[in-house]
């Protein structure tokens, strides 16, 4: 069992506040992703977390025991950075058994783990390289390598694919999922890249600004954001936001944004007329029609990517973007006609940004 409780942890440096008291669940073999932008506290959390900085207040709790006090080897956590943090002069082998040298593990433990752990990782053959003589992902998978040699309840992982290109990140994506679904260790993984989140986590935690803004399952954050923030930053392409007001016409509820009105869906007839709202829309909730009872869009720009376009375009006075399966003929300049899928409307209130209440 590795159950993981932050209880109002809170980090000051000085009079800089980085982290508000927050409290936080990581359940007994969860893969829990910690997501946002620069500065926003995700990795403060996870030093703490791995003894690596000293709490401001508050507790952490391993399996209900109280561990702020116990140094970094105490712990039973161990931590892979986004360097690597691999020793140059020992070799792949040696780097592996470190921590178990200096925990005084006997020889014959030592390589019956570090030889386990290569073979799932593939490293076998780089066991008497030193560390210049790998790639990055190389050089990755030994730092996941001398993490697992050491059993630990908790595995922390700080960003550590920012460094490799995307084809890499990819690979080595997929198997740090299938080493968590191998062997069900509790998992706290801080990165900014929301399609890491998505496709790792079992849970998600959005920070911003050394607070937690959204916690949940990943699709279940996807599809009822929680605020304004929330939904720009899960989802690529970032959902559209149109700023507008709840307006009746001919006795139908829509939003009114600039030029263009659209009908809101029934789960949202408890929105108040007159109301500030913004209207947000996926990138995939639109499609292309001969014609619309709405204004034609004007692309600016638009990339294919071979299966995927996304368009960039001027819509009712708004920047839009519109991600359209295949390939579309269209050039910069055009008038295009937009049918968005109005049941996939998402609503926030103008003024603080939050999620309005469906019926």
């Given at each position: 069992m590795a159950r993981v409780e932050l209880v109002q942890v809170a980090k000051r440096y000085g009079k800089q506040r980085v982290l508000n008291p927050l409290d936080l669940i990581i359940p007994d073999g969860s893969f829990t992703v910690l997501v946002g932008p620069s500065g926003c506290g995700k990795s403060t959390l996870l030093r703490l977390l791995a003894g690596l900085d000293s709490l401001s207040g508050g507790a952490i709790l391993l399996d209900k025991q109280k561990i702020n006090d116990l140094d970094p080897a105490d712990r039973d956590i161990a931590m892979v950075f986004q360097s690597y943090a691999l020793?140059?002069?020992?070799?792949?082998?040696?780097?592996?058994?470190?921590?178990?040298?200096v925990m005084k593990v006997a020889k014959a433990e030592q390589h019956s783990k570090v030889q386990q752990a290569a073979r799932i990782l593939a490293i076998e053959p780089l066991l008497l390289r030193y560390p210049r003589e790998l790639s990055g992902g190389q050089r990755q998978r030994v730092a996941m390598g001398r993490?697992?040699?050491?059993?630990?309840?908790?595995?922390?992982f700080d960003e550590p694919l920012s460094n490799l290109d995307a084809q890499l990140r990819m690979e080595l994506r997929a198997e740090i999922k299938a080493l968590h679904q191998q062997f069900k260790t509790t998992t706290v993984y801080v990165t900014h890249d929301q399609i890491e989140a998505m496709t790792l986590a079992d849970q998600i935690v959005v920070m911003?600004?050394?607070d937690i803004v959204q916690q949940g399952e990943p699709l279940a954050i996807y599809d009822a954001p929680a605020d304004t923030f929330v939904a720009r930053f899960i989802g690529s392409p970032p959902m559209n936001l149109l700023e507008g007001v709840i307006t009746d016409r001919q006795g139908r509820r829509g939003v009114a944004c600039g030029t263009l009105w659209l009908q809101l869906p029934a789960k949202w007839r408890l929105a108040a007329p007159d109301s500030r709202v913004i209207l947000g829309l996926r990138p995939h909730d639109f499609r292309l029609a001969e014609q619309s009872e709405h204004p034609a869009a004007e692309l600016r720009v638009m990339e294919v990517t071979g299966d995927v376009s996304l368009l960039h375009l001027n819509w009712g006075g708004f920047r839009l973007h519109v991600q359209l399966a295949g390939r579309v003929d269209a050039a910069a300049g055009q008038p295009l006609w937009l049918a968005p899928n109005l049941d996939a409307i998402h609503l926030f209130d103008a003024a603080s940004g939050k999620r309005l209440s469906e019926s």
């Open positions: 020793y140059p002069h020992l070799t792949v082998a040696e780097n592996m058994a470190f921590h178990m040298q993490a697992m040699v050491r059993n630990p309840k908790v595995f922390l911003k600004d050394g």
